[in-house]
């Protein structure tokens, strides 16, 4: 029995499902748990698409259904938080009076442009494109805390032209994110989303995953990047069996912010 650690509802902008509607399927699936991981991204370049929570009348939903379904599943807090270098003070801010069972940090701007709608490659080309958005993560990374596991760590193969995305081209940039994240002992998902977005491979691809596990790397939580409950635990028998081919033994669960281990 599993937990989806990555599930978008109806208090992310990108999404109009309510939580209680994810309850059944996660159920019937034989789901152990889920994390509920709503968007935020403070000063989004969006103006059309607001990242933003109410973070009490989310809460209060969580808590409610917790008594709910006690018996039956499982339901954690979470957040996937989207940092940018330019506002991270800001970032910061927004935890002082706010706790979590878990938090996602993302990546979803580069130089403060919008990945998904291909702004962030105006003026330049695809491998300026994907550096500057390594440069963003790497500065993330290295100077803000308020995160347990870093997302999607090569989202970014899903905003350039199919197929032209090569692990192995930016190995530098990625070794360096992930040595960080090992020495501030926070992890990273997989995050099976990948192949909804077209692509041949989770996130992130195995040649990194491999990578993180020969770094040293152990916290690892599953997600399927849900917004919508027919793709809960999307993929999940195969994650497990690529985690397993890439040296893991246990995958992780968060709650208050602490990892706990549980074997695959």
């Keep these: 029995m599993m937990f989806d650690f990555h599930v978008h509802t109806y208090y992310s902008d990108d999404c109009n499902v309510s939580m209680e509607n994810y309850i059944l399927p996660a159920i019937e699936k034989g789901l152990k ?7 935020i991204d403070i000063e989004y370049p969006n ?7 109410d973070y009490t009348k989310y809460m209060k939903e969580i808590k409610n259904l917790k008594v709910k379904y006690k018996d039956k599943l499982e339901i954690l807090s979470g957040i996937e938080f989207g940092m940018q270098p330019h ?3 800001t970032d910061k801010s927004f935890f002082q009076d706010k706790q979590f069972d878990y938090i996602l940090g993302s990546i979803h701007t580069a130089s403060k442009k919008e990945l998904y ?10 491998h300026q494109g994907i550096i500057d958005y390594f440069d963003d993560l790497i500065f993330c990374v290295k100077n803000f805390k308020c995160f347990n596991n870093l997302s999607h760590i090569d989202a970014i193969s899903r905003y350039i032209s199919k197929g032209s ?19 501030e002992g926070k992890g990273i998902e997989l995050n099976t989303s990948g192949r909804r977005y077209g692509l041949s491979f989770f996130h992130p691809e195995p040649s990194i995953l491999k990578l ?18 027919s793709t809960l635990a ?8 690529i985690l397993l081919n890439c040296g893991f033994k246990y995958y992780t669960v968060f709650r208050s912010g602490k990892p706990e281990f549980i074997k695959l």
């Design 117 to 126: 709608d291909g702004d962030f490659l105006q003026n330049k080309s695809e």
């Design 87 to 89: 506002i991270l003070e």
């Design 212 to 229: 993180y596990r020969d770094l040293g790397g152990e916290v690892i939580t599953l997600g399927s990047d849900s917004h919508n409950p």
């Design 47 to 53: 103006d059309d698409v607001k990242f933003q929570l």
């Design 234 to 241: 999307y993929g999940f028998s195969e994650a497990k069996d």
């Design 165 to 183: 995305f090569e692990a192995s081209k930016y190995i530098d940039y990625i070794e360096k994110a992930l040595r960080i994240v090992i020495q």
């Design 33 to 39: 748990g889920i994390c509920f991981t709503d968007h």
